[in-house]
């Protein structure tokens, strides 16, 4: 590589020039200013060259040669690379000609549309005129579209293709696409030259190119939309910058200099000529040139050749635009001119010492700048139609410094182009390496630029021509332009995000230098003061070195992608623009104006050629406001003003986007319609656009929108980025469902038949994605299975990791020598079949079936097709279960350790197949996984799966043991695991388990835990050792809770075997459990609660005891106290002998525990138990003899009024009242109500102190009745009473209907509570008193003879309801008559069926309340027009309150004959045989109605269920009422919870099954509907089993149901519930016939039993049958209680 450097050749042949022209050249630099002026004006050519030999020439014509040939297929490779990525983006080929157009993305397609109208003119002539007066683009306007859009690219084209006869070769279309990727291979080009003419070699420039091709997403926008003016001009800027760079070297020639300089010339026009904002850039480039030559670093006869290129480029330009004042007015002119004349002015400004110069330079740019904005401050009065002060206030905003409501400023700010640029960026930058390299040579480079410039200003002269041991790479000019150059534009990226199309370019070209120039390391090495190696070999050395390694990294890992890239067909469609476009073209009249967004008009403006209203142009204003017209569409004016505004652009047709309507703009407020209504003043500045203000220069929002699968798959090095996000959305688990699922999608041939899964690159690339997303989480198989991967998709993921590794196909693991294999591929066969026994062991856990939800038939197939999937795939992992335990086992042989896949691997085998397997059969390739680490993870999963085995195999736990020691002992031995991740609980509950399955515990053992301990005593029959721990425990506590529940269940379990002396134990150890759940305040257990159902002295004293020594620790919590003193007062509550709770109370708990007061209630409790105390209440003082008090303010005695509910408080309140003011003051309180039929009456009283007084009374013992104040409302209702017995009889009867109501309801609410205790004959006599009363006109309220006759009822008054209540009240009162009828019906049960003649009439009564009535409408001809419904007004009572009425009912006989009377009902109206509803005396109702259509069947089912569930709530055991139920949800399809209620019936009646139920409670009918919910559930076992149960067994029902191999019960645990030894028999055939050799044996083992063996007695057969009976029933409660 040295010898392509003629950097090099140069420095080396410049030491052969004579001594006298150097010397020469130093004493011309060191004369007068003057001389020196004029000597620096010399051209470079007066310094004689030496003499070269023709070896020399030639080799340096070769270097040149090479490095043109490369520079020129560099950048053809590049616009070939992006033509063809533009290509596979677009299918650009395969499309139509508008599909094609409608590509151009982003509005450019407005530009391709001229090239065509240039193309279509007659000829160029006509074609540039039309244009040049264009009355077809915007609406009422003609316009110089070449001066305003800038298009001289397209009539340059177009003239070429013209001209050249192209029109048979090649479409117009290529032509243009040809010229624009042509023209980036000049961009490329120049940016090869470039890095070539400052680094000496052309590496640099093929490295530059590369790091273009690698961030081309950042580099270029051309694949985006081919036709924008940034594509046309940036290639002439590349050239003007490389002739730039020529032009600034020192050691160049005469004729070099010239070619630079006309490149130079001529590319600065063109520049100017096709982009408007062109003027800008060159305005940086120009300020750099300026710092170049104010600080002295460049001759300024250069600097003056290089101003006339400025100047002339611009007028020339000025010219061709015709005469746009943009470019009289733009910051370049104004620079030039302050330049020029402050040059003028200081001609003897690079002369005297340091800080004299200093000085000067602060005038100097003071001058230039004054002259320049001076100067531009003149144009801009001059010349019309300048933009700055837009310009300038649009920077404000941006930078913060000011706030608007404008839209366009707001628009503007919200263009991603012109937002700061994001944190991925330079993330890109940072993984191409481009990003790290930038900064360093940038930093060298900045610093030597700043020595340089510090000796210049203190008048240091440097050599000419320096060797390259003298060589800083600061005192070069072109390297100090390029410093600046890309210093500032980055600057400007970092708050423009589109000039990172400009920026990354030249940061690649400049990085290529940089690490390419001897002369940069020469700098360094100068700095370092390298003495070791000479620093002249080392920099050739390194410049050589790191630009290699570089290339090759970068080939290695970014041409598989590139190459991927362009392999890959991506996917782009716009149908409804290609269909509107369509639609346009045939519809639409060619007059015709359209509005809309920009974007879309310049794509209308493309395929149809109609006038539009706006232009996709954001750097005219005009246009600009014309957008804001038509955005106002979205905006909130009223539809008049926006057809004005339309209107006046002459607007046909307005395109209305549904994206803009429902827009989600991922920017603070962006949305088009916010920022429509900020502008015109409907919203709030600070509502969002103060946001988007406050925001703008910040980067995205940190909550992005979830990224869909496909992104991944277009983007290859998204994936990873997506990856080490730390809240990635979606989550990697979820990635890999998304990814295999659409690689695992069948496809549909073109006759309809559904296909495999095609083998085609995208399915492949979307497993290999999961394989990545998988390989990112290590192999983590606890993460993987408890991340929602079912076994499917976890089968299907590592199957296609042993595809991926190499595994030989059609080998079985059991075969394969791991030892041979590579490490991967091994690895791979390891981590498949640990998920195999994994699975097999997880699958054996019980899990809790998810609640069905409604019935969706496409949900319901996909569910079962996927638990048909699982279960074939746990069958065959269960057959291999053999085969990988011995893989696992023998790969506890090998010692070496093991690889598995990474991320980077896996990209490998991707790229290249061949190639990546070589490299991961080393031994250095994936992740590295110690062989400790792997047996420690093997070791834990053999152990599992041998303590799974061990249920029917007991040496097996012994196999598991031994594997979870090893699995202790090597995870003591990692220090940090990479691939092990286990649960240590989970680890430690095995070890405990096997120890006490195996009973390897030594009680001598300093490891052995309290877990060891207590399972020794256990085994060693040590009860009250056991029990003694408990105890101890309560103190110290480290025993878990759910360990000592199971510590009692084993117990328990013992007691029921028939073990003896175990129930004290078990009353000893609930206890004990019962004081731990006191002292940590958890709810008591039911089994304790019932033990103190029947207490002893004995047991009380043993719980006393085992409280007192839970409390002997000397620093128990006070929580703790305060917790064993609520349990101290709920044992005195729960006892109900007496003696027992003066035992509690003598203790010394009781003292220490209690507060005084909490003493005093409970003696007081236990008192009440003894003896019954009869207080007798003072009696009250006439309610006139309360004085009156002193008067205070009407306020507060309102609020005392409202507050009391003492008579004789609120008696004097009222006195008080009424001698301030007189007026009403029952009105002070809207909450005050008095019943509606009492309220004349009281009002009618004449002075106002007793009216308002009776109404307060009265208001406030009602509220006091409501909320059960039965002692307030007593002593309001008694003071009311006195106060109206000596002024009114009939408000006398009125509060003594109220006090008996009173009364009523207090007691029903003391019946509630489970009082037994019958009412007084006082209180009866009263009811009765009421309801044969006969006084006239007195106001009665409904509600008391409902609760008298619910009194009646409830207290089986039946006698008295039937014959002793006048006939004049049953026809008056409704409840009456209702009650008579309940009454003489549940006398007659059961009767005979001629008595049942009430029964018959309670039926008419009742379907009178449930019917409908009917009104027919007629229209004005007679006909039927219209048919209400509505609650029924000719029955007694509405439905509703009769459901009121039944709620108060509590006597179990009349509510068993109104459940039987709605159920009859109901069977009545359903007229479904097959499923009825049964209950209790059926047969007394009638089994037919006259006229069923009349009755609500809705109001009757809602009736019968509020009924029975009402019932229910008073006695939830029932019998009758729990079948009602059930058969209620069963009807109803609720098959659980009528299987729920069928259980509980037959619970009810055997006493939770301890004997058989009787036959009148489990019915055949109530078997068979038991039957059919099992078997609508999938419970199918359970249906087999429950078929014996049958009178018949039905066979037919039982085998149907053991062949469904979808089963959601636990199967095979319930076959030791089976006696018939048939369905056994079958059993044990289908399980052979499936191969189910587990499941077969379990059954051959139930028909093996003694008991069951045909030839036995009768008996026993029965004996075997009701004992499995009772186990199965006991069992399906545990289910469904």
């Known amino acids: 590589m040295a010898g392509l450097r003629c950097r090099i050749a140069n420095t080396l042949e410049v030491s052969n020039e004579t001594d006298d022209d150097v010397k020469a050249e130093d004493e011309e630099r060191q004369k007068d200013d003057d001389d020196q002026e004029e000597d620096s004006r010399k051209p470079a050519s007066t310094v004689r060259k030496p003499t070269i030999s023709m070896k020399g020439v030639l080799q340096r014509l070769l270097r040149v040669s090479l490095g043109c040939l490369a520079s020129v297929a560099c950048g053809m490779l590049y616009a070939a690379y992006l033509s063809a990525f533009h290509e596979r983006r677009f299918w650009f080929s395969t499309r139509q000609e508008l599909e094609r157009e409608i590509t151009f993305q982003g509005g450019s397609g407005l530009y391709y549309y001229y090239y065509k109208h240039m193309l279509a003119a007659p000829s160029f002539q006509r074609g540039f005129y039309e244009l040049m007066t264009d009355d077809r683009t915007l609406a009422g306007q003609t316009i110089n579209a070449v001066e305003r859009l800038s298009l001289y690219p397209e009539m340059i084209t177009s003239y070429i293709y013209r001209i050249t006869g192209s029109q048979d070769l090649v479409e117009p279309i290529y032509f243009y696409m040809g010229a624009v990727f042509g023209l980036q291979a000049v961009y490329a080009t120049a940016l090869f030259v470039c890095s070539w003419l400052m680094s000496g070699t052309w590496v640099a420039g093929v490295l530059a190119v590369a790091w273009c091709v690698i961030s081309r997403s950042d580099a270029t926008r051309v694949d985006q939309a081919v036709p924008l003016r940034e594509n046309w001009a940036l290639p002439y800027y590349s050239c003007q910058v490389a002739a730039l760079t020529g032009f600034l070297c020192n050691n160049i020639s005469s004729t070099v200099e010239m070619l630079c300089y006309l490149t130079m010339s001529t590319t600065t026009f063109s520049f100017l000529l096709v982009w408007e904002h062109s003027h800008h850039l060159l305005f940086i480039q120009a300020f750099c040139l300026f710092l170049l030559d104010s600080f002295d670093l460049v001759p300024p006869r250069k600097m003056s050749d290089i101003h006339k290129v400025y100047v002339s480029s611009l007028l020339l330009a000025f010219f061709f635009h015709f005469h746009n004042t943009a470019l009289l007015g733009s910051p370049l002119l104004s620079l030039l001119i302050g330049s020029m004349l402050a040059r003028y002015l200081q001609q003897k400004m690079k002369k005297g010492p340091l800080v004299a110069r200093v000085m000067k330079l602060f005038l100097h740019f003071h001058l230039v700048f004054a002259a320049g904005i001076t100067f531009n401050y003149l144009v801009k009065k001059v010349l019309p139609g300048s933009e700055s002060e837009f310009i300038l206030k649009f920077l404000e905003v941006k930078f913060g410094l000011n706030t608007t409501t404008d839209f366009v400023t707001n628009l503007l700010l919200c263009q991603e182009s012109l937002r700061s640029p994001s944190q991925d960026l330079f993330l890109r930058l940072t993984q191409a390496s481009v990003l790290p390299f930038y900064l360093l040579v940038l930093t060298v480079c900045l610093l030597s630029t700043l020595e340089t410039i510090y000796r210049r200003l203190s008048g240091q002269v440097t050599q000419s021509n320096p060797k390259l041991e003298d060589v800083h790479v600061g005192e070069r000019p072109e390297v100090v332009y390029h410093v600046f150059h890309t210093f500032l534009f980055g600057g400007l990226t970092m708050l423009f995000d589109g000039v990172k199309y400009v920026w990354t370019p030249y940061v690649c070209m400049f990085t290529a230098f940089g690490v390419c120039s001897p002369d940069l390391w020469m700098t360094v090495f100068r700095w370092m003061k390298v003495k070791s190696i000479h620093p002249v070999m080392l920099s050739l050395i390194l410049s050589t070195a790191v630009p290699t390694i570089i290339g090759l990294s970068l080939w290695r890992e970014y041409c598989p992608r590139v190459l991927a890239e362009l392999s890959e067909l991506q996917e782009f469609s716009d149908l409804d623009a290609a269909e509107m476009i369509s639609w346009i073209r045939t519809r639409v009249p060619t007059a015709a104006v359209f509005a809309g967004s920009p974007q879309l008009l310049g794509a209308v403006k493309l395929g149809s050629g109609l006038v ?116 990635a959305d979606p989550t990697p688990v979820q990635l890999i469902v998304q990814f295999l699922e659409q690689a695992s999608k069948p496809s549909v041939n073109e006759q309809n038949q559904v296909q495999p899964p095609a083998d085609n690159r995208r399915n492949r690339t979307l497993k290999l994605l999961a394989l990545k997303v998988a390989a990112h989480m290590k192999w983590d198989l606890d993460v993987l299975e408890k991340g929602s991967l079912s076994i499917p998709v976890l089968n299907m993921l590592l199957n296609e990791l042993l595809c991926v590794s190499k595994v030989p196909p059609g080998v079985k693991h059991v075969d394969l020598d791991l030892s041979t294999l590579p490490p991967t591929t091994a690895m791979a066969v390891l981590i498949y079949n640990r998920w195999a026994i994994r699975t097999i062991v997880l699958s054996s856990f019980p899990e809790k079936q998810a609640k069905p939800g409604p019935h969706q038939m496409n949900m319901l197939n996909v569910v079962q097709q996927e638990k048909e999937m699982t279960d074939n795939i746990l069958s065959v992992l269960k057959e291999q279960a053999s085969d990988s335990i011995s893989v696992l086992t023998g790969a506890l042989q090998l010692k070496k350790d093991f690889y598995v896949h990474t991320m980077r691997t896996l990209d490998l085998l991707a790229a290249d197949g061949a190639a990546a397997n070589g490299e991961t059969e080393s031994s250095t390739a994936g992740l590295r996984i110690s062989a400790n680490e792997l047996h420690c993870q093997v070791h834990y999963d053999l152990g599992a799966i041998s303590f799974q085995q061990g249920c029917r195999d007991q ?274 309180n809207s909450k005050w109500e008095v019943p509606p039929d009492y309220i004349n009456v009281i009002l009618a009283i004449k002075d106002n102190l007793t009216k308002d007084l009776v109404y307060i009374l009265m208001a406030k013992g009602l509220h006091c009745i409501s909320v059960k104040d039965f002692l307030h409302a007593r002593q309001l209702f008694s003071a009311c009473l006195e106060l109206v017995t000596e002024f ?244 109803t ?68 149901a053991l062949q469904e191999q979808s089963s959601h019960d636990a199967m095979d645990s319930f076959y030791d519930y089976i006696w018939d030894v048939t369905i056994l028999e079958y059993l044990t055939h289908i399980h052979h016939k499936r191969g189910e050799a587990e499941k077969r044996q379990i059954a051959i083992k139930a028909i093996g039993q003694t008991e069951l063996n045909t030839s036995n007695p009768e008996e026993v057969l029965q004996l075997a049958a009701q004992k499995r009976k009772k186990r199965f029933f006991q069992a399906m409660a545990k289910l469904y209680f």
């Open 612 to 727: 539009v209203t706006s232009l996709p142009h954001h750097s005219d204003m005009d246009l600009l406001r014309r957008s804001e017209d038509t955005y106002q569409v979205y905006s909130m004016r009223s539809a008049e003003e926006i057809y004005k505004i339309l209107t006046s652009h002459k607007t046909n047709y307005v395109i209305i986007e549904e994206s803009l309507c429902n827009e989600l703009s991922l920017n603070k407020g962006c949305r088009i319609k916010d920022l429509l209504d900020i502008s015109n003043g409907h919203r709030r500045m600070s509502a969002e656009a103060a946001d988007r203000v406050a925001a703008v220069t910040s980067s995205r929002p940190s909550t992005p929108l979830q990224t869909s699968w496909f992104e991944f798959l277009l983007d290859g090095a998204l994936l990873e980025k997506h990856l080490q996000k730390s809240n």
């Open 1288 to 1531: 009114s009889p009939r408000l006398r009867q009125v509060m003594l209907n109220e006090m008996l109501l009173l009364e009523l309801r207090a007691h029903e609410t003391v019946a509630a509570k489970g009082s037994k205790e019958r009412p007084p004959p006082d209180l009866i006599s009263r009811v009765r008193g009421y309801l044969e009363m006969r006084i006239h006109d007195l106001p009665l309220r409904q509600v008391v003879g409902e609760e008298c006759v619910a009194f009646m009822l409830n207290w089986r008054e039946n006698d008295y309801l039937t014959l002793q209540v006048p006939s004049s009240a049953v026809i008056s009162n409704p409840y009456i008559k209702l009650g008579q009828l309940l009454a003489s019906t549940c006398k007659e049960l059961p009767g005979p069926k001629e008595s049942r003649r009430t029964a018959k009439e309670l039926w008419d009564v009742v379907v009178q309340i449930c019917s409908v009535s009917i009104q027919h409408k007629r229209s004005n001809d007679g006909r039927v027009g219209l048919i209400k419904h509505r609650e029924s007004s000719l029955g007694i009572l509405l439905r509703s309150k009769f459901i009121t009425f039944v709620t108060k009912i509590r006597e179990p006989l009349v509510l068993t004959t109104l459940i039987s009377l709605f159920v009859r009902l109901h069977c009545t109206v359903r007229d479904d045989i097959v499923n009825e509803v049964t209950a209790e005396h059926l047969s007394i109702w009638p089994s037919s109605l006259p006229n069923i259509q009349a009755v609500d069947v809705e109001a009757v089912a809602v009736t019968v269920k509020e009924l029975v569930t009402y019932a229910l709530t008073l006695n939830p055991n029932n019998q009758s009422w729990l079948i009602t139920q059930a058969d209620i949800y069963f009807v």
């Open 1533 to 1600: 399809n609720q098959y659980s919870a009528a299987l729920n209620f069928y259980v509980q019936a037959g619970a009810v009646a055997s006493d939770f099954f301890s004997k058989a139920v009787p036959p009148d409670i489990y019915t055949d009918q109530v078997l068979k509907r038991m039957i059919k919910c099992c078997s609508m559930m999938n419970c199918h076992t359970q249906v087999a089993v429950l078929c014996q149960f049958l009178r018949e067994v039905d066979y037919m029902t039982a085998f149907k």
């Open 955 to 1228: 040496p097996a736990f012994e196999k598991a043991r031994d594997h979870f020691r090893q699995t202790k002992e090597l995870l003591k031995k990692l220090d940090s695991a990479v691939h092990v991740h286990l649960d240590e609980k989970r680890l430690a509950g095995y070890w405990n388990a096997c120890q006490a399955l195996t009973g390897d515990c030594d009680s001598c053992d300093s490891q052995t835990t309290r877990y060891d301990q207590i399972n020794m005593m256990i085994s060693a029959g040590s009860y009250q050792a056991v029990v003694d721990a408990f105890i101890k425990d309560n103190v110290s506590r480290s025993l878990p809770k759910h360990f000592r529940c199971s510590v009692l269940r084993e117990f328990l379990h013992k007691a029921q075997q028939g073990e003896a002396g175990l129930d004290e134990v078990c009353h000893k150890l609930c206890v004990c459990n019962a004081v731990r759940d006191a002292l940590e305040g958890e709810v008591l257990g039911v089994r304790f609660l019932q033990l103190l159902l029947k207490p002893s002295k004995r047991l009380v004293g043993f719980i006393l005891e085992v409280c007192t020594q839970a409390l002997a620790k000397e620093r128990s919590s006070e929580t703790s106290r305060r917790n064993m003193a609520t349990f101290v007062r709920t044992l005195c509550e729960s006892l109900e002998d007496v003696s027992l709770v003066f035992v509690v109370s003598s203790h010394k708990l009781f003292t220490e525990l209690l507060k005084e007061e909490e003493r005093t209630l409970l003696v007081e409790q236990m008192r009440k138990r003894s003896a019954t105390v009869n207080l007798s209440a003072k009696p009250l003082p006439s309610f006139y003899d309360i004085p009156v008090s002193a008067s205070v303010s009407v306020g507060q005695l309102e609020q005392q009024l409202i507050l009391s509910l003492e008579p004789r408080r609120i008696r004097q309140i009222l006195n008080e009242l009424h001698g301030i003011a007189d007026r009403p003051f029952w009105r002070v």
